[in-house]
């Protein structure tokens, strides 16, 4: 089976621009969250999606948006990009949303 | 908000000798989990902890959860050059699947 998908790999965007990360989860699981994972430190939540409703948001600024589709892939968007949202994006699937989470390869974004 | 802590932020070791990781919550947690990342890679899950005390083990690895739920650690018995990569905690307060991660520890094996 295939795991998490991300795409794309890596992305470059100019700063004021904005962004949209895909994802799709493991075949079966119905919970899709989103990390941040700056260089050198720990993933930060973002969004926790289950059956296409949101679940939880962590500390992030309303420039950043996301959604569940039918098929359970997931879209993270972020507007009016700012340097400091360069970083290594990582969308994580689970069953139901608790226990063992899978993580995709990530989305490297670079604002310049 | 909550916090996760984790020491050491490095650690440098001899292939063979052991390795231990330890992580701190300031709030209780419902479960924590350890994930592995290698350089250049993604999380990749090790195991969850759920229970006061709790302690398992996975070949040379050793996973033990406070007895107060608030701390845990990471033993890995004789080391190996596989075993490079940064290690992370991560706190599930409320049983949601919302993890808060601590900083990690690197762990570089020299042969």
């Known amino acids: 089976d295939a795991g998490v998908t991300q795409s794309p790999t890596h992305l470059i965007k100019t700063r004021g621009q904005h962004v949209t990360l895909r994802c799709s989860p493991i075949?079966?699981?119905?919970?899709v969250s989103w990390y941040q994972q700056v260089l050198g430190q720990g993933p930060q939540f973002i969004f926790q999606y289950y059956e296409k409703e949101e679940r939880g948001r962590g500390n992030f600024p309303d420039r950043f948006s996301a959604r569940q589709f039918p098929n359970y892939s997931s879209e993270l968007n972020v507007n009016a990009l700012l340097l400091g949202d360069s970083a290594l994006y990582l969308c994580a699937s689970s069953l139901q949303g608790a226990g063992e989470q899978y993580f995709g390869p990530g989305t490297r974004l670079t604002v310049t | 908000g909550q916090q996760v802590m984790q020491i050491p932020q490095y650690q440098h070791v001899q292939e063979g000798e052991d390795f231990t990781t330890y992580c701190n919550s300031s709030?209780?947690?419902?479960?924590i989990q350890w994930y592995k990342q290698r350089p250049g890679g993604h999380p990749v899950f090790l195991i969850q902890l759920v229970k006061s005390g709790e302690v398992k083990k996975q070949k040379r690895l050793t996973f033990q959860f406070g007895e107060a739920k608030k701390n845990s650690s990471l033993h890995i018995t004789a080391t190996q050059t596989t075993d490079v990569g940064t290690y992370f905690c991560?706190?599930?307060?409320?049983?949601?699947?919302?993890?808060?991660f601590g900083q990690g520890t690197t762990l570089q094996v020299k042969p």
């Open positions: 991560a706190a599930d307060s409320g049983n949601t699947g919302k993890l808060i």
């Open positions: 075949s079966g699981h119905k919970s």
């Open positions: 709030t209780t947690l419902s479960n």
